[in-house]
């Protein structure tokens, strides 16, 4: 049994278009991003992520499935860009519609 010691709290976020899901979850010492994010069952509630395809960052720096995790951190799964930012942003001037 895990002590109260090497027990630590991590959260977990994704950001869709109209809202973001941020969960907490507590781990032992030794888990990897992987284990948390199969354990905070985003997976299931969204079925669009695909952890062979979807890019995963701690803070907004990328991390991989099997490194482990620091008290504190928040793990952020990242989606697809629909369109590239510049590209999104050439079409805005074009158009007169500068606003984002």
């Known amino acids: 049994?895990?002590?109260?010691?090497?027990?630590?709290?991590?959260?977990?976020?994704?950001?869709?278009?109209?809202?973001?899901?941020?969960k907490q979850l507590?781990?032992?010492?030794?888990?990897?991003?992987?284990?948390?994010?199969l354990s905070s069952e985003l997976l299931n509630d969204y079925p669009e992520i695909d952890l062979a395809r979807n890019r995963i960052g701690i803070f907004g720096k990328f991390v991989q499935l099997d490194d482990l995790l620091?008290?504190?951190?928040?793990?952020?799964?990242?989606?697809?860009?629909?369109?590239?930012?510049?590209?999104?942003?050439?079409?805005?001037v074009k158009s007169g519609n500068n606003r984002r």
Do not use: W
């Open 1 to 22: 049994m895990a002590s109260a010691e090497n027990i630590f709290q991590v959260e977990v976020a994704y950001a869709l278009p109209q809202n973001q899901v941020l």
């Open 26 to 37: 507590n781990v032992t010492e030794g888990c990897t991003v992987g284990q948390a994010l």
């Open 70 to 92: 620091q008290p504190h951190d928040r793990i952020e799964i990242y989606r697809s860009l629909i369109i590239d930012p510049k590209e999104a942003r050439r079409k805005r």
